[in-house]
């Protein structure tokens, strides 16, 4: 099935969707003409690309349970092994910004098949890796795909469904977006309960491989590609800009030989990231007025555009931070086994799936602001409960925080992706969806190697795993209160046409 969908002149579909209404009215009068539900082309493509996009996020964090075991299997120091985590997410958050030009010059298929096809060959590496570099070269390549499924989920979602139905179709979007890298140490703990670590490649190249056969007889092309040319000078400064903030994070908290305080390479890799983030803005700016930037900054002329990013920010940083540093207390503080450590996740991540599509419904009828104030004022009190635990915490509390946390999150996600995106024109799509995802990344890699540098430089000040821990969660719930601040500035948002 390669045939594109069509509007009634009979050409591809390009804008928003196939309505009698010009775009705008689709987007903000649903009482215009807007059909009571999606065609069934529409949730067909959206729900291929869902699935794959679920498939690739689920990888996302699949290595965290693991990593204990990995540094004994590989002879490697906590410090090196964290980069299987936070390489990962770097590599999107180079590559997620290109994907505005790759979106604007491939074609649906060409673009799925792209993603797919580099996540399931970095699978493979993965898989046969006989030491950490090849591994480590695997997740690259796995991350290269998944870098470019997210943008191209968000952005086909942003072109096919009217604004009246994105909160409800944003919910389920939390379960590719959160609920999969939530549920990425429970697959791993299972898996690691019965057999070697390269299982958990093994078992994810046949659905990866499915996902690729799916994705071949359903998926549809929609819209035409566009000649936007690939500045290659911004793409080299994304490089240094975000590679160099998040190298220098992780050194930050002297976690290598003992040392307490930042070294001397994590400041002059700050340094380096602080100016070449610079240069990239600049040229983009500078590209801007030619009409051709590889990220259009414009998309932050939209006030609840800038406020959502930054809400979502801070949220990645609790995510990401929680997911890589609670089964290293449960495992290294409590004793728990791999099993135990995936089951204890696997609450949280099945409240923020079956949450999500119910908290789109409710963004529909009540707007954003009362459901991420509440996220967010519930995200800043289970942090705090994780700064206070200790040896003798018992694993059912730890359970039971852990499942509020994800569903404060959920909270947060669907309102903020979806008013973000809102009062973005059609020609910022691409792009909106493409900062997001690049912010997104960096946070959640930022924030990952900060609270770890931060917990092995507690442990080296003081001697005390639980110190490292205690340090480590402070400091994220500190952060989180922005999110509160952030959330009571949150309005509802008007669509294109409106401004």
């Known amino acids: 099935m390669t045939s594109d969908i069509k509007n009634p002149s009979g050409g591809p579909l ?7 209404s010009p775009p705008e009215a689709a987007q903000t009068a649903p009482e215009a003409g807007a059909p009571e539900k999606l065609s069934r082309e529409v949730v067909v493509i959206i729900s291929v690309l869902l699935v794959s996009t679920f498939t690739v996020f689920l990888n996302e964090t699949i290595m965290n349970v693991a990593l204990p075991r990995l540094m004994t299997a590989l002879d490697v120091s906590e410090s090196t092994v964290q ?60 991350a290269t795909g998944t870098a470019i499924m997210m943008p191209l989920l968000m952005t086909t979602i942003l072109t096919l469904v009217p604004m009246n139905k994105r909160g409800m179709v944003m919910g389920n979007i939390t379960i590719a977006m959160s609920v999969a890298p939530a549920l990425g140490p429970t697959v791993s703990g299972v898996i690691l309960e019965h057999f070697e670590w390269r299982f958990m490649f093994i078992f994810v190249l046949p659905v990866a491989i499915v996902a690729l056969l799916v994705g071949a007889k359903y998926l549809v092309n929609v819209g035409e590609p ?47 990231g602080a100016i070449a983030m610079g240069l990239f803005v600049w040229r983009q700016l500078v590209l801007q007025r030619a009409g051709a930037p590889l990220l259009d900054l414009r998309a932050f002329n939209h006030r609840m555009f800038t406020v959502s990013v930054l ?12 997911v890589i540093l ?22 949280g991540g099945l409240a923020m799936g ?38 003798s915490t018992p694993i059912w509390y730890v359970t039971v925080i852990q499942t509020v946390l994800n569903f404060s999150l959920a909270l947060l996600f669907t309102p903020a992706f979806t008013n973000g995106l809102n009062p973005l024109p059609p020609q910022l799509y691409s792009h909106g969806s493409a900062i997001l995802g690049t912010l997104q990344q960096v946070a959640g890699a930022a924030g990952t190697a900060l609270l770890v540098a931060l917990f092995a430089a507690g442990t080296a000040l003081h001697g005390d795993l639980l110190d490292g821990t205690r340090i480590a969660f402070l400091t994220a719930s500190g952060v989180a209160v922005l999110a509160v601040v952030l959330s009571a500035m949150m309005r509802r948002t008007e669509g294109a046409g409106h401004h």
């Open 311 to 322: 809400l979502l920010v801070v949220a990645m940083v609790a995510l990401f931070g929680t």
């Open 83 to 142: 980069w299987l985590s936070t390489g990962f997410m770097l590599t999107m958050a180079v590559v997620i910004p290109t994907t505005g030009f790759i979106l604007e010059r491939l074609r649906t298929r060409q673009a799925y098949f792209l993603a797919m096809g580099l996540f399931t060959l970095g699978t493979v590496i993965a898989a046969v890796a006989p030491g950490f570099g090849v591994l480590l070269l695997g997740r690259v390549v796995q």
């Open 226 to 272: 566009g000649q936007q040319r690939l500045d290659m000078l911004s793409v080299l400064l994304t490089i240094p800009a975000f590679g160099g903030v998040v190298y220098g994070l992780s050194q930050i908290g002297g976690g290598h030989g003992g040392q307490a305080g930042p070294s001397t390479g994590a400041i002059v890799a700050l340094a380096v």
């Open 14 to 20: 390009d804008a928003p969707a196939a309505y009698d």
């Open 326 to 347: 609670l089964p290293l207390f449960l495992q290294k503080v409590l004793g728990a086994e791999p099993l135990v450590t995936g089951l204890v996740m696997l609450p």
């Open 354 to 391: 079956l949450s999500g599509p119910f908290i789109g419904r409710m963004y529909d009828k009540i707007g954003p602001r009362p459901l991420t104030v509440t996220g967010s004022v519930l995200m800043v009190l289970c942090l705090w409960q994780f700064a206070m635990m200790n040896a």
